[in-house]
């Protein structure tokens, strides 16, 4: 059996730009790829806190320690500069390989600045 489990994320992060005549996926920093371990052109998905949209896209580096979150062609739609919005990659894996899977998850400040990362998501309480 294989599972489809949360691989990375890039926790609230602000978009910059939004880029609706640009040739469309979104552009990240590339500092923020690499502590997120999300390749170039690597398939994500969108999830806008402000207004509650979710898109798939893929991501292009943006230069590093920019800060640049930009939401290009059609998706420019969906999110507006200012908006805050988590950024997901996912990965199938064996039950096995799930078992001890830990994701990488990346939390940044207002100006996507890396301000600490975890392999967890403390539980949720009443």
Known sequence: ???????????RARVTHSELEYEGSMA???ALLEAAGILEFEQIQVYNV????RFTTYAIRAERDS???SVNGAAAHKAAPGDRVI???YAIL?????AGHKP???YVDEHNRITHTRNHIPRQVA
């Open 1 to 11: 059996m294989q599972r489809t489990l949360l691989k990375a994320k890039l926790h």
């Open 28 to 30: 990240i920093d590339e």
């Open 50 to 53: 402000a207004n509650g949209e």
């Open 67 to 69: 800060g640049i979150i």
């Open 87 to 89: 950024i997901c990659i």
């Open 94 to 98: 064996s039950a096995q390989e799930a």
């Open 104 to 106: 990488t998850l990346v």
